[in-house]
Every structure is written in structure tokens, then in C-alpha cells.
Nanobody
Framework: QVQLVESGGGSVQAGGSLRLSCTASGRTISGYAMGWFRQAPGKEREFVATITSSTGRTSYADSVKGRFTISRDNAKNTVYLQLNSLKPEDTAVYYC??????????????WGQGTQVLVSS
């Protein structure tokens, strides 16, 4: 089973940028879609972005479209989430997730432990 470890979170001012990383161990991620989700205090966990395994096709939540970019480096077994033009409402714990399929089917095989992003106004 794959283990996912996120890093790169932190505190930034509104308008700033961060790059989150999700490094996998135990299994290659090259054949699987990957995703990022987030959970703000008192709210449900929500979808942020996904990327397929082969074509690298991406999908984004409307709230982050144009500001966030998901990418992957299969050689490094790592998925990234570039966060630009951050807003206070982006404050959340960000989680990496691995799909059971090469496309994002909603069947998740593993979750990371999360990394905190705090955006101040």
C-alpha cells in the first residue's frame, strides 16, 4: 500500500504563494490518478484538484481555478500543488490522495496526513 507524505504548508499573507508536495512510498504512483483536497475548520473536506496518470489531464474546483496548479513528477513519485494568489478563504489543511485507478474515479486508496496552509489578510 502506498504511503503519502505532504509538505510545503505554512503561513503566508494574502496574495502570496506556496508549493505543496506529496511524496509517495511503498508503490509507484505512475499508474494512478492523484488528487488534492482540503478541509477548513468546521467544514467538510472538499475537492481541490486531480490529475490523471497517463495524459496528466487536470481538473480543478471552481474556487481555485486559475490560481492553483496540480502537477506530477512520476520519476520522483511526487505530486505538487502550486498555490498562487492565495486568499484567506484558502486556509485549510491540505490532503493528498491516491486513486485506485488511472483516472479519478472517486475510489481512494490512500490519504496523506495533511499539511496546514494559513493565509492572513
Amino acid at each position: 500500500q502506498v504511503q503519502l507524505v505532504e509538505s510545503g504548508g505554512g503561513s503566508v499573507q494574502a496574495g502570496g504563494s506556496l508549493r505543496l508536495s506529496c511524496t509517495a512510498s511503498g508503490r509507484t504512483i505512475s499508474g494512478y490518478a492523484m488528487g488534492w483536497f482540503r478541509q477548513a475548520p468546521g467544514k467538510e473536506r472538499e475537492f481541490v484538484a486531480t490529475i490523471t496518470s497517463s495524459t496528466g489531464r487536470t481538473s480543478y474546483a471552481d474556487s481555485v481555478k486559475g490560481r492553483f496548479t496540480i502537477s506530477r513528477d512520476n520519476a520522483k513519485n511526487t505530486v505538487y500543488l502550486q498555490l498562487n494568489s492565495l486568499k484567506p478563504e484558502d486556509t485549510a489543511v491540505y490532503y493528498c490522495a491516491g486513486s485506485k485507478d488511472s483516472y479519478w474515479s472517486g475510489s481512494i486508496s490512500s490519504w496523506g496526513q495533511g499539511t496546514q496552509v494559513l493565509v492572513s489578510s
